[in-house]
């Protein structure tokens, strides 16, 4: 499966942005999907990810309540849903998606197999 991700963008502290992520060449809902980050110098962190089913989100506690991971079966779409941002939340976001993710591993990123590039997101004061 090849994952585009878009929604990428400057938004001032507090702000909000929905990224995107098209799936195609696979049966979408047999994946589960993430997204995850990567701030300069720093290691790429779980953010936030949905069952293949789409009922059992999953968050990171620095995300909890303020990010919504959703996914759309007819697009083949995966979204995240940022509001309330902060200047911490700045950092590339990439999406992923695997078939074989149990759900006590679901933040674990050598669970996705299948990866898009990255969508910068900057947030400033």
């Known amino acids: 499966v090849q994952l585009q991700a878009s929604g990428g963008g400057l938004v001032q502290a507090g702000g909000s942005l929905r990224l995107s992520c098209s799936a195609s060449?696979?049966?979408?809902?047999?994946?589960?999907v993430a997204w995850f980050r990567q701030a300069p110098g720093k290691e790429r962190e779980f953010v936030a990810a949905?069952?293949?089913?789409?009922?059992?989100?999953s968050y990171s506690a620095s995300v909890k309540g303020r990010f919504t991971i959703s996914r759309d079966y007819v697009q083949n779409t995966v979204y995240l849903q940022m509001n309330s941002l902060k200047l911490e939340d700045s950092a590339d976001y990439y999406c992923?998606?695997?078939?074989?993710?149990?759900?006590?591993?679901?933040?674990?990123?050598?669970?996705?197999?299948?990866w898009g590039q990255g969508t910068l997101v900057t947030v400033s004061s």
């Open positions: 992923a998606a695997g078939r074989s993710v149990i759900s006590s591993s679901i933040a674990r990123s050598d669970m996705y197999a299948y």
């Open positions: 060449g696979g049966t979408f809902r047999n994946y589960a």
């Open positions: 949905l069952s293949r089913s789409g009922s059992y989100p």
